[in-house]
């Protein structure tokens, strides 16, 4: 049974009596090239634990099983569970579990594993979930998602593009991105509003910059961003109690011009600055 066939997922939705939920941001992917896509890129081994997040209706779950030693599979509507069983019951090395990302303990569930973690992320959690596996620090290897492509952009954007702000600076400390494949809306159901990106963000075993304090690292890039608009001088007037002329002062120690704004930052950059606050300004 194909799953990623329109005509199963309908079949299945139909069988089951299911709701689709726009609060939960429910899109079913319907492309056997793109779920395959995913699949290749994620990179899956026969000795892998796999945690997928959102299955739907268990499109990738099944390509991923086919593959992997193990696949823990995370869903928050609880109305799909009979239709996964359904969907999956050929096989016997997936384990589907009724709960909310953002509140599971991934690395509970991994136990001492490395894992590799696959999932079409809902748009309204995106960078939430993201955000929580990375912080948490927990053994994903790497990160193989679909997402809004207004993300994605955001994601891999370089320095001094629009599209450039924490989210690129942050991620980027913690992974590699690298851009797999965009993905029309047309190949769900329901159709979506906007279009999508396959990313794959390999989770770095060291950082790429040396920090003093990661904390300060990361209030620096918050400040600069949260006003991008003004310069660098007067957005980061305030940060870690510094006035203008501390704030001047880190600024000549990091090489960076006060008239500068934050978009024009390398990660670099924001290292070499966090690191001088972090020491009064000075070198």
Known sequence: MKLYSPAVVSSLIQKHNFKISKSLGQNFLTDGNITEKIIEAAGIEKEDLIIEIGPGMGVLT?????????????????????????ALSEFDNVEIINGDILETDINGLAGHNKVKIIGNLPYYITTPVIMKILEEKTNAESLTVMLQKEVADRIKAEPGTKAYGTISVVI??????????????????????????VLRLDVRREPPV??????????????????????????????????????????????????????TLTIFEFAELANCISKGGNN
Do not use: Q, W
């Open 62 to 86: 099944a390509e991923a099983a086919k593959r992997a030693a193990r696949v823990i599979a995370i869903e928050k509507d609880k109305a799909l569970l009979p239709v996964l069983e359904d």
């Open 172 to 197: 980027n400390y913690y992974c590699e991105v690298r851009h797999i494949t965009h993905v029309s809306r047309s190949v769900f159901i329901p159709k979506p509003d906007v279009d999508s990106t």
């Open 210 to 263: 040396g920090l003093l304090d990661e904390a300060v690292f990361f209030a620096c890039i918050k400040a600069g961003f949260g006003m991008r608009r003004k310069t660098l001088l007067n957005s980061l007037t305030g940060l870690c109690g510094m006035d203008k002329r501390a704030v001047l002062k880190a600024l000549e120690s990091a090489g960076i011009e006060p008239g500068r704004r934050a978009e």
